[in-house]
């Protein structure tokens, strides 16, 4: 384990930003955090629950796939991916570091999704325990330890230092690339920091939340069951909860003409939207309710059964906070017998 | 996929001058849709036109941009020529590369340029056009004219001379409005009655006319060609067809005191009456507030003195539905009420009279008999004093007067000025005014007999006050001219008050959906080249509901207004404009914002089920437009927020096309 | 080889009764303005949705201008004021969203006023050239 | 602290319910935490007692729900609607989304509703318990061992600090009493902004505008935008998208909806209060509103039924559209 001083934050950045972007958590200038480019001057912000999700790095929510143009009878393909450079992201909790896990067991298996496989390919993360969970986190229905992060490098930050372990060979070649501002240390004060925190998860309003009612196999008896009407009967159908979230990865492929060519690009979806895969033949969930249970379904049942009993959602807290209606998938496990 | 065939014209050299016309017709040949391109001189010379018939034939073409001089000059023709070749007229765009091109732009290349950049943004269009079809409707051939003053009576008597069936509703037991209580008429002083009557019985007794007298009209639906009305003719508990107009019952009925509205109130009626001699129909009415038989039951008098036996104490409200092809609405005028002006003394003083109830105590026939007798003591007044303006031109007091000028104040107040002379040449006749307005054949000529044979004394101010005195009344007033206030004991003031439209007309603009402005005046579809039409399709305007107006005016334009509703009934068909806006119910919210903008009343809704996106089922209420009704201006498209409103012909999406080609 | 001077795109949304005949009128008179107005033509001004306008402001129009019959002689009787009114609002908050104000403009030109249709344009021009290229609403895309 | 108390508004719809006058209640249900609330349906007594909340965070609004719940369920439903709700439900009914004759509108003082973000600005993330005292809002976190008291004024909304009515502009019944239409600073942002120059008001738009993720639940929540079909949904539109691509598409997006509730928006709050990037979207919609009361005279969408919206209107003597900003630059 290495570890350096805060006062030198500033420079370790600094070097990072040498080889890489950088990503640190700042302020979004309205109240909230947000992953920001650094540089001199932008200020890191303690606030680790950024208002969206750092799955944009991997899957940004809009991204262009080709161009083509249309001549005659002749149509000419153009590859206009941008090349994606190396970056770091700073500051990732355990929860979001975990999401991107889940995100791999999508676009990684066969057929790769090249786009979003080589900005993997080109990120490191640099998680951070996360010490001050909020009452809208249960991070740990999920067996995520917001004490032990993930990521190529985790990181503890302590009143006065940030403290390093690489997991990975892309996280000990950036370690290795910081040697002279780090010193090696060892883990005692990252010990003490996470009984602290797991403290605190003792005490979280949504520790007793289980996941035992869910998972692969009850597909049928939570289809049907008649809560869905009233869970969903406020659903006003907008994005909010799957747009914050770190593991929603639906998208849409659109074509959008300029003029001189056709640029074919995707975008996040939302299954709250009524035109969700919406095909040629038609919508295939009519209503609200439907939709309003595939997003829950997919995270609680369809995910689990196709992962091996992973589930798509750790508990990061954003839908609960950020739904205009208040209705989450706390509300809608707890309906369906998620309570111990 | 359309497949487009572009025609450049060259139009000799005034567009192939300044644009290359193979370089258009070369570049075009590779947009989206074009499968033939050529260019030639004269495109809209008959070898042209044939180029463009051939190609039809040829290419199978289904759309064609012509790039040309501008399509208010040949839109039209080329419409014809693809329609002779058998594709839809409306598949037809117009690129206008003369007057908006070649002519305005000097340099080759610059025109050249523009020229395929206005010839993709029609073939954008094209893509995107949909063959149109007019709408067809039949016309029924009867009019309907609202309202039987002079106005209403001369349009009636114009459609009924064309040979079509004409009925007249009047709220009033008679026809003859307003005119029929004038006395003399200016500028000739011709007495109205000696005019008026006459065109009254040519009513009553033209075949083609039915007179819905004491009658309103209570509903109204459809559209231009297709009224249905419904007509509630009151109650008048006198069977009309019976009823010979002897007046035994008149004479006899005891109910004697009860004001006689043809006379404002000046003097008395029977329960039982008939408004004049001269009515039409000449058909006694009973009033049901004054009868003691309708209100207690108890009399009966009149039912016995007719030998007809044409009263019916049982009469009930009749409804009385009819089709019509158009409507003329002629409701007319009425003065202001004179309530309001406490400086007058109107309220206050029985010597304080409008123009109109002046026109009644000059009338022969009127409560005087003719003899100008003021109505506190009947005594001939000596001094009188006319005031002009009486709510007129009044910005400043909108709350009680108008801000217009009402027009005829001017002319009838130098006829009364001038009969008090030359009938009692031992009056004062004072007349203040804001300005005099005499325009129109012989009025100035009128009003200058007034002053100077007739001395009438013009002066140019206002009356502030008026205060009743004794026998007199004080009259307040400032001399403009010779700078100095004025104080002149009067024994009669007589108000020029503004005039308004009838209070009917408001609910029947709604009824009509027809346009009015503030001040409650019908509004034309063209203030200066349609005058006498509503932009309500099928509604026209006759008389001073338009807007102030004297007698002969007011003939002039009843006539207009005939010849309008001629020209319209003499059609079996009306061919509609296809370039109509249409609702796409599925995402109709029906919330009524486009039918507020709908200057023509061409929108109304309907609740309809529909299948909603999940498969359950509502009631929706959903906008209709009759294409009949509608002149395509759009404005519902953009005041709709959905989106369901769009333009057929010039729908957002060809739009947009064009924005994109241009932008290209 | 060309001076490559900066042309604006001008897009020009004109009513069919008035303002279309104003610039046919300008035609018709050999009234010179610049080629880089292109005009749409539509029924009446009111026809003229807010999403044209910004449809042509992110297609790389420099300016958009609506024309309409002058107010009291719309074809339509009305149209022409809704569109006052619309795109008083409209103006007034493309400049509150910090957009040049001589973007856009409405004006009001007659079937006669062919030389009003020149003036106007030669001064639109002019003043969104001075502008320079529209970068405030513009979608990258369709520009390159 | 609202004034009225949740036993008041339970007994009603209770009483209501049972006795069949109604045959659900539309109200603000419980949540996991004190302050979230979800607009909820209910249909029996045990419902409402159990799980009707009503305090200080029930700023939801719930007219723009009964364009579906009145299609929805037979009979009537009641409505809980606050001084600023009643506003939006007669906008409703002028353009007649709603069948009036479903609705039993409850009318219920409000003494302006708290923003959880300023609670938590004040106190902090990570609260476990919020009481409702005459002092302010008493939370309790788990970081801190003392709960901090927060006054009503400290964390009142900014849609609620600058409220422009407590008077209850349509009813059925009224519980409590309703005030009267206020004077109220809400121009006054619109006005700073107004104040920028060009270059300063486009930074600022910019700034606020690229947060903007285009989840549409500013105008999935919008009691004016129940477009059957939103022109942003349709694909035909020209205007179709799910995402921002560009900074074009954000500002597109809301100049758009803000023309569209142009005249409509009754000024509720609701956008700015849902939006999770925190964009100021009422400033757009107050900009309109500002507008048309300075170009047009004073309107206020909602305040009665029926009423010609502004854009629907016109006077031969409008201010021209070249004038509008003359007009501003002499004030």
Redesign the interface.
């Given at each position: 384990m290495r570890k350096f001083s805060l006062s030198v934050l500033s420079e370790v950045f600094a070097e990072i930003a040498k080889n890489a972007t950088l990503y640190i958590p700042a302020t979004?200038?309205?109240?909230?955090a947000?992953f920001t480019k650094w540089a001199e001057g932008v200020e890191y912000l303690e606030t680790l629950?950024t208002?969206?999700s750092p799955k944009d790095f991997f899957f940004p929510?809009?991204e262009d796939l080709m161009e083509f143009k249309?001549?005659?009878k002749n149509i000419e393909l153009f590859d206009i991916r941008e090349e994606s450079e190396d970056f770091v992201v700073f500051g990732v909790r355990a929860c979001d570091v975990k999401s991107f896990d889940i995100l791999d067991r999508v676009f990684l298996v066969d057929p790769v999704d090249t786009y979003y496989a080589s900005r993997r390919e080109h990120g490191v993360i640099i998680s951070l325990a996360c010490t001050?969970?909020?009452?809208?986190c249960f991070c740990g229905t999920f067996d995520i330890d917001p004490a032990t992060p993930a990521g190529d490098i985790s990181a503890w930050k302590t009143e006065d230092s940030i403290y390093l372990e690489a997991n990975t060979a892309k996280g000990e070649a950036l370690l290795a690339k910081l040697d002279v501002l780090t010193e090696e240390c060892d883990t005692e004060a990252v010990e003490t920091q996470q009984e602290k925190i797991r403290k605190?998860m003792d005490?979280?309003?949504?520790k007793d939340l289980t996941t035992d009612s869910f998972g692969g196999g009850k597909t049928l008896d939570l289809f049907n069951s008649e809560k869905w009407a009233e869970l969903s009967?406020?659903c006003?159908?907008?994005?909010?909860c799957?747009?914050?979230c770190p593991t929603c990865q639906c998208y849409?492929i659109?074509d959008?003409?300029?003029?001189?060519g056709v640029?074919r690009?995707r975008?996040?979806?939302?299954c709250m939207?009524?035109?969700f895969t919406k095909m040629a033949h038609g919508?295939s969930r009519?209503?609200?309710?439907e939709r309003f249970r595939q997003r829950f379904m997919h995270k609680l049942v369809y995910y689990p059964e196709n992962n091996e009993g992973i589930f798509s959602c750790v508990g990061c807290g954003r839908c609960?906070s950020?739904c205009?209606?208040?209705?989450n998938i706390?509300?809608v496990m707890k309906a369906l017998g998620g309570e111990k | 996929m359309q497949r487009i065939g572009v025609f450049v014209c060259w139009c000799g050299s005034n567009i192939a001058g300044t644009v290359d016309v193979h370089t258009v017709a070369e570049a075009l040949k590779s947009e989206p849709g074009v499968v033939f391109s050529t260019d030639y001189q004269y495109m809209c010379s008959q070898a042209g036109q044939d180029i463009i018939k051939n190609a039809i034939k040829e290419h199978n073409l289904t759309g064609i941009v012509v790039c040309s001089c501008s399509p208010r000059m040949h839109e039209a023709t080329f419409r014809k020529t693809a329609a002779a070749a058998g594709i839809n007229p409306y598949m037809v765009e117009i690129a206008n590369i003369r007057e908006q091109c070649s002519w305005v732009h000097k340099d080759m290349q610059t025109g050249t340029e523009k020229a395929i950049i206005l010839g993709k943004a029609a073939v954008a269009k094209v893509n995107l056009n949909t063959p149109l079809t007019p709408g067809e409707s039949p016309v029924t051939k009867r009019a309907l004219v609202i309202g039987g003053g002079i106005a209403g009576i001369q349009t009636a008597l114009d459609i009924a001379d064309a040979g079509f069936p004409v009925d007249i509703v009047e709220t009033k037991p008679t026809i003859g409005g307003k005119m029929a209580q004038l006395d003399k008429t200016f500028p000739t002083l011709d007495c109205a009655a000696c005019i008026l009557t006459p065109k009254m019985v040519d009513v009553a007794q033209n075949e083609n006319i039915r007179i819905f007298s004491y009658s309103e009209v209570q509903e109204i639906k459809g559209f231009v060609g297709n009224f249905d009305v419904t007509i509630k003719k009151r109650a008048r508990f006198v069977k009309e067809e019976i009823c010979t107009g002897c007046g035994a019952c008149v004479e006899k009925c005891p109910m004697k005191k009860i004001p006689n509205e043809f006379n404002l109130g000046m003097d008395n009626r029977h329960a039982i009456y008939i408004p004049f001699a001269q009515a039409v129909p000449k058909v006694a009415t009973i009033d049901p507030n004054a009868c003691n038989m309708l209100k207690k039951g108890k009399c009966g008098i009149c039912s016995k003195v007719c030998s007809a036996g044409a009263i019916d104490y049982t009469q009930k409200d009749e409804f009385i539905s009819e089709k019509y092809g158009a409507i003329v609405v002629a409701t007319g005028f009425n003065p202001i009420s004179m309530e309001k002006f406490d400086e007058y003394a109107y309220s206050q003083s029985k010597d304080v009279i409008t123009s109109l109830e002046f026109e009644r105590l000059t009338n022969a026939a009127g409560p005087t008999a003719g003899k100008l007798l003021r109505p506190s003591d009947l005594k001939h007044p000596h001094t009188i004093v006319f005031v002009q303006c009486v709510g007129s031109r009044c910005a400043a007091c909108a709350e009680k007067g108008k801000e217009y000028c009402s027009k005829i104040c001017c002319m009838y107040t130098a006829k009364h000025a001038m009969l008090v002379r030359d009938k009692y040449p031992d009056t004062e006749v004072y007349v203040f005014y804001i300005d005099v307005r005499t325009p129109g054949k012989n009025f100035d000529e009128f009003y200058r007999r007034a002053v100077e044979e007739y001395g009438v004394k013009y002066v140019k101010g206002m009356v502030g006050k008026v205060t009743p005195e004794g026998d007199k009344l004080k009259v307040q007033a400032s001399d403009l001219i010779a700078n100095k206030q004025l104080h002149i004991d009067a024994d009669l003031v007589v108000l020029a008050a503004a005039i308004e439209p009838d209070k009917s007309a408001r609910p029947l603009a709604t009824m009509l959906t027809a346009s009015m402005d503030t001040n409650d005046f019908f509004t034309e579809a063209h203030p200066k080249l349609r005058p006498v039409e509503s932009p309500t399709a099928g509604v026209f305007l006759s008389g001073a509901c338009q807007g102030p107006k004297d007698i002969p005016e007011t003939v002039s334009q009843a006539s207009a207004a005939a010849s309008k509703v001629i020209g319209l009934l003499v059609k079996d068909k009306l061919t509609g404009n296809p370039c109509v806006a249409s609702p796409n119910e599925l995402m109709c919210n029906g919330c009524s914002t486009c039918e507020r903008v709908c200057p023509y009343g061409a929108i109304t809704y309907e609740d309809k089920e529909f299948m909603m996106p999940d498969r359950s089922k509502a009631i929706r209420r959903v906008a209709q437009v009759n294409p009949a009704v509608c002149q395509g201006c759009g404005a519902c498209t953009v005041a709709c927020m959905s989106g369901a409103m769009d333009l057929r012909g010039f729908m957002g999406s060809q739009i947009i096309a064009e924005v994109d080609a241009i932008c290209k | 080889m060309q001076v490559n001077e900066y042309k604006p795109l001008i897009v020009a949304f004109c009513c069919n009764w008035c303002s279309y005949a104003g610039a046919d009128l300008a035609g018709n008179n050999r009234l010179a303005y610049p080629a880089d107005v292109k005009i749409i033509r539509v029924p009446c001004s009111c026809r003229v949705n807010p999403m044209f306008i910004l449809r042509a402001f992110q297609r790389g129009a420099d300016g958009v201008i609506i024309c309409g019959c002058h107010p009291g002689d719309c074809h339509y009787t009305s149209g022409n004021y809704y569109t006052r009114r619309r795109m008083a609002l409209l103006f007034s908050m493309l400049d509150y969203l910090g957009i040049e104000r001589e973007r856009t403009r409405l004006e009001w030109v007659s079937a006669a006023e062919g030389a009003k249709f020149a003036a106007t344009m030669n001064d639109f021009v002019e003043k969104v050239t001075a502008l320079g290229e529209n970068k405030r609403l513009e979608d990258l895309r369709c520009k390159r | 602290m609202q004034k009225i108390t949740r036993d008041v508004l339970v007994n009603k719809a209770v009483s209501l319910l049972e006795a069949g006058e109604v045959k659900a209640v539309l109200g603000w249900g419980k949540g996991e935490f004190s302050y979230d609330v979800t607009p909820t349906v209910f249909e029996s007594a045990d419902e409402l007692r159990e799980n009707f909340v009503w305090n200080d965070f029930c700023g939801a609004n719930f007219s723009k729900y009964l364009v579906s719940k009145t299609r929805k369920i037979q009979g009537k439903i009641l409505v809980f609607l606050k001084p600023c709700d009643t506003y939006s439900f007669n906008q409703l009914l002028t353009e007649h989304r709603f069948d009036r004759e479903k609705v039993y509108a409850v009318g219920v003082p409000c003494e302006g509703m708290a923003d959880i973000a300023k609670v938590k600005a004040l106190a902090g993330d990570g609260i476990s318990a919020i009481d409702f005292t005459d002092a302010g809002l008493v939370v309790t976190t788990l970081y801190d061992d003392e709960p901090k008291t927060i006054t009503y004024a400290d964390a009142l909304a900014e849609r609620c600090v600058n409220c422009k009515s407590k008077k209850h502009v349509a009813y059925d019944e009224l519980l409590g009493e309703s005030g009267e239409v206020l004077e109220s600073a809400r121009f006054d942002e619109v006005e700073k902004i107004e104040a920028m120059t060009a270059d300063e008001r486009f930074a600022f738009w910019q700034g606020e505008l690229s947060r903007c993720i285009r989840c549409n639940a500013c105008r999935d929540v919008c009691p004016a935008c129940t477009c059957e079909k939103c022109v942003f949904d349709n694909p035909n539109s020209g205007a179709e998208n799910k995402a921002p691509a560009t900074s074009f598409e954000e500002q597109m997006f809301h100049i758009i909806r803000a023309f569209h509730v142009a005249g409509r928006c009754t000024d509720c709050g609701e956008c700015s209060r849902v939006c999770p990037q925190n964009i100021p979207l009422h400033l757009l919609n107050r900009k309109f509103i500002r507008d048309i009361d300075n170009f047009y005279g004073e309107y206020q969408a909602g305040a009665e039924v029926g009423s010609r919206a502004p854009l629907v209107d016109y006077n031969l003597d409008d201010l021209e559209a070249s004038d509008v900003f003359d007009r501003r630059d002499t004030e």
């Open positions: 979004d200038n309205a109240g909230g947000k629950n208002v969206k929510h809009t249309v001549t005659g001050r969970p909020a009452e809208t605190i005490k979280l309003p949504l009967e406020s006003l159908g907008c994005g909010t799957t747009f914050v849409d659109k959008f003409n300029t003029g001189n640029i690009y975008c996040w979806d939302s939207f009524s035109e919508n009519l209503s609200q309710l609960l950020k205009p209606i208040s209705m706390v509300k | - | - | -």
